[in-house]
């Protein structure tokens, strides 16, 4: 989970794979050639622009579509990607990785059950990659399937041993089905994470320290404006999860609003603003 903050604007290994080894000469086959070094360059609107020849030069391959769906993921343009992921799919339904883009898109727009769905067909493809799929867990948590998602997260402690995130996403969905109680004792045990400050929301899920104490390491000392934001996006995002798990949804709307709004980061700032929506909507019941 780590690598959460950066995913979304990196070309995944398996999506560059469909560029790599092809036919030099073949005009398709240069232009994704091309997109793929373009998304890799995080050059989107490049890569936009060169997926759309190849696929003006055969309508009929798949994988212009998912280099496409890509840039306009890297770009934001949800509806657009998923689209393109969905052709994709269509000329290929093997390519797993264009379930697994598309499951993203799917959540991010508020589709849980729609991306539950694709993560799932996704590692029916790639069964190995189980345990390390944090994202479905998320999903799983947003769809209510707590049991499944507590089972994702125990799982996920095999890849992400020193990932703070990995163990409080397996407390909130065991606090759901067994109390904040129980979940505390089962608490998965974790090695070093160095980001500040999830060593102290680790303390914070624990009972050992107050939420305060969570902002107080995210703004202590001297450090660049990036880093400052990625600290207190961090603090933001789990207190939200805290004070939900603690049935304190006004408090827990204040952070999540905050970590899905000015502090907003990569995939998980996605995660804040749909549930920051969620919290809302509940509100107005």
């Not at 890569?47 to 020849?53: T, Y």
């Not at 993203?104 to 189980?130: C, N």
């Not at 399937?145 to 992400?160: H, M, P, T």
Request: overall charge positive; hydrophobic content about 40%.
């Amino acid at each position: 989970m780590r690598c959460h903050s950066d995913a979304r604007f990196l070309v995944a290994s398996c999506l560059l794979a469909v560029t790599f080894g092809l036919a030099r000469g073949d005009t398709t086959d240069d232009y994704m050639q091309q997109a793929g070094h373009a998304l890799n360059n995080r050059d989107a609107r490049k890569a936009i622009e060169l997926a759309g020849k190849a696929i003006e030069a055969n309508p009929k391959d798949a994988r212009g579509y998912l280099l496409r769906g890509s840039g306009f993921e890297m770009l934001r343009q949800h509806d657009k990607a998923i689209a393109d992921f969905t052709r994709c799919i269509e000329r290929d339904p093997k390519l797993a990785v264009a379930y697994d883009h598309r499951g993203s898109e799917q959540f991010i727009l508020g589709h849980i059950k729609e991306s539950l769905d694709d993560f799932d067909k996704f590692l029916t493809l790639q069964p190995k990659a189980a345990p390390s799929h944090w994202k479905r867990g998320i999903s799983l948590y947003y769809a209510r399937r707590y049991e499944d998602g507590r089972k994702q997260f125990k799982d996920g402690d095999k890849v992400f041993g020193n990932d703070v995130e990995n163990a409080v996403w397996h407390f909130i969905c065991n606090a759901k089905l067994k109390g904040v109680g129980k979940a505390r004792e089962e608490i998965l045990k974790i090695g070093k994470d160095d980001r500040v400050p999830m060593m102290v929301v680790y303390d914070l899920f624990m009972g050992k320290c107050k939420p305060d104490e969570v902002l107080k390491a995210a703004e202590a000392g001297e450090v660049p404006a990036p880093l400052r934001k990625q600290q207190l996006f961090y603090a933001h995002l789990y207190l939200g999860l805290y004070y939900d798990a603690k049935g304190d949804k006004a408090k827990a709307l204040h952070h999540m609003k905050l970590a899905g709004g000015e502090y907003r980061l990569g995939y998980m700032g996605d995660v804040a603003h749909v549930h920051a929506e969620l919290l809302e909507k509940e509100a107005k019941k």
